[in-house]
């Protein structure tokens, strides 16, 4: 369905608290939208486990499906109330200890995720890589259903972890497949126990990702160790290509072929960091972003952005897009700040409509199962049709050498940067990290106010600095201000309860889903390595 803006006389009484309207990123509905994917799986997601093609994946997960905020009849929730909203779907992972020393230039990660659509479209995933060195952090941000970023989460780490596997490593894993012995694993996942892995679609995406690494063997040498950089590349690019050739092969299975479908024409972008001692990558693919809070010598904390949107608002992006196709397409690719006036990110993963010819859509749909014909969408080819692929899943990869100022680093969905802009992100987490509350001139924003409201103010500043620890998460303190902050850019308690309670046809109108990962960094282990590094 079109996501519309409210005229004003058909807002909400709650309009006075609430903000503007974000955008929908896809103008058009998903393949069997995300609404309906809880009524499509559950009988199946809570099935017993089947039983996995090898010990390489990961252990026993919890199955669930992500919980979204029941109706609220009354507006106006207690905070106990609130606090249990907000924590619902928050994760910390420390990295451990050895010898009572921390070796490792991050010292873990907090996250959190708040619902707007039901369920939630966003995924987020984290692991340690144990064939190589470094953590994954990643932030996927679906659209038209939440299937694409289903799929990502399970699967794009994989990926990543096999490219960077020296050639020598991935013939010992394809030795012991052909054997059949166990592998040894590759990942080590922190995973809250709401995340819930496809259980039905484990051996097709094994098959799939050991294909993967056979290529890479027949394309590396002994002794050959793969590039980050490259790596990461190949691993995004490769995981929607298959994601692709699953949807045209499809399954004997009835679910499976359903479900790659589902995959294929639902679409996700994805911003994924791999750290490794001083070395940062970020891989993104879309609008989700990535940033670095700096301290500064007097205390403060400035952002330096390591991640760009590609958008509409990306002037490299317009230009790449109208380079790809014939010049008497420069005015219908992009219109009205959308790919072909449709999708607002301009790289993601699956999206298929927005890839394959006319004529492959229209033969894959018609060996579809029944379902695909039930929807309109899958029969709508989007206009000015000319040139394909309109779209890519190809990352802009930016690496950045670890500083021991730089003190932490944010990946969110863009549902968190449509609220808080990015140096007022830096500040709320640098000082939630350190405790110190860098006081700015207290503005108005042009409003007129007494000098009552105006010591009111101060002292509801003052009570916010005393409980700024009410929050043991920074990712959850974090999307406390994103939800409630109000035009003087503190936290509004009413507001906020408003926010939480508003029925799920309504939050979807006000926000976007919103997720969040913060990883602090060691700069002790930072400066330590730097010094090595120089001598």
């Not at 750290?275 to 010598?297: K, T």
């Not at 590609?310 to 317009?318: G, L, V």
Request: net charge negative; aromatic share 8%; charged share 20%.
């Amino acid at each position: 369905m079109l996501w519309h803006r409210f005229a004003p006389s058909a807002m909400p009484v709650t309009s006075q608290l609430l903000r503007g309207l974000p955008r929908a990123k896809v103008l058009a509905s998903g393949l069997l939208p995300c609404q309906q994917h809880q009524s499509h799986l559950g009988p199946i997601i809570h099935r017993p486990a089947s039983k996995r093609p090898s010990h390489m994946w990961q252990s026993h997960q919890h199955s669930r499906c992500y919980q979204t905020t029941s109706v609220l009849h009354s507006y106006i929730l207690s905070p106990p109330q609130v606090n249990s909203i907000l924590k619902a779907n928050e994760y910390s992972f420390k990295v451990p200890e050895f010898d009572g020393k921390n070796v490792s230039s991050v010292m873990g990660f907090e996250s959190n995720q708040l619902p707007a659509n039901a369920p939630i479209e966003d995924r987020r995933s984290a692991a340690t890589c144990l064939q190589t060195r470094g953590m994954l952090l990643g932030v996927f941000d679906g659209h038209a259903g939440c299937a694409c970023a289903q799929a990502l989460s399970e699967r794009l780490f994989y990926y990543i972890a096999v490219s960077l596997l020296p050639h020598d490593t991935l013939c010992e894993l394809e030795a012991a497949v052909e054997a059949g012995r166990a592998l040894s694993p590759i990942l080590q996942w922190h995973k809250h126990p709401n995340d819930y892995f496809s259980r039905e679609a484990q051996t097709l995406y094994f098959n799939s990702l050991r294909t993967y690494w056979q290529e890479l063997i027949d394309l590396t040498s002994p002794g050959e160790v793969p590039d980050t950089r490259e790596a990461l590349m190949n691993a995004f690019k490769r995981l929607d290509n298959d994601i692709s050739l699953e949807a045209q092969v499809g399954d004997p299975n009835a679910f499976l072929h359903y479900w790659v479908l589902r995959v294929a024409f639902s679409g996700a972008t994805a911003c994924v960091a791999h750290i490794d001692g001083q070395d940062l990558f970020i891989a993104n693919s879309g609008d989700a972003r990535a940033i670095l809070g700096v301290q500064e010598e007097d205390g403060s904390f400035s952002c330096h952005t390591l991640s760009n949107d590609h958008s509409a608002q990306n002037e490299d992006e317009i230009a790449r897009i109208r380079g790809e196709h014939p010049p008497s397409e420069r005015k219908t690719v992009i219109r009205q700040d959308r790919l072909l006036g449709l999708l607002m990110p301009f790289r993601a993963f699956g999206d298929v409509k927005f890839k394959w010819s006319i004529e492959l859509q229209k033969r894959v749909l018609e060996s579809g199962p029944d379902q695909l014909h039930e929807n309109e969408h899958t029969k709508f080819i989007p206009p000015n049709y000319h040139t394909p692929p309109y779209l890519t899943a190809e990352p802009e990869i930016t690496y950045h050498k670890l500083r021991p100022q730089d003190r932490f680093m944010v990946i969110a969905s863009d549902g968190l940067w449509e609220t808080l802009h990015r140096q007022e992100v830096v500040r709320i987490v640098g000082e939630y990290l350190t405790g110190v509350h860098q006081h700015q001139p207290l503005t108005v924003g042009g409003y007129r106010v007494t000098l009552g409201q105006m010591q009111g103010l101060l002292q509801e500043r003052k009570a916010r600095a005393s409980s700024a620890f009410e929050d043991q998460n920074s990712a959850t303190h974090l999307m406390r201000h994103a939800v409630g902050n109000n035009e003087f850019g503190t936290v509004d308690h009413e507001r906020l309860s408003k926010m939480l309670s508003l029925p799920e046809e309504l939050a979807r109108m006000y926000r976007d889903d919103i997720t969040i990962i913060v990883a602090p960094f060691n700069p002790h282990v930072i400066g330590a390595q730097r010094q090595e590094g120089q001598s």
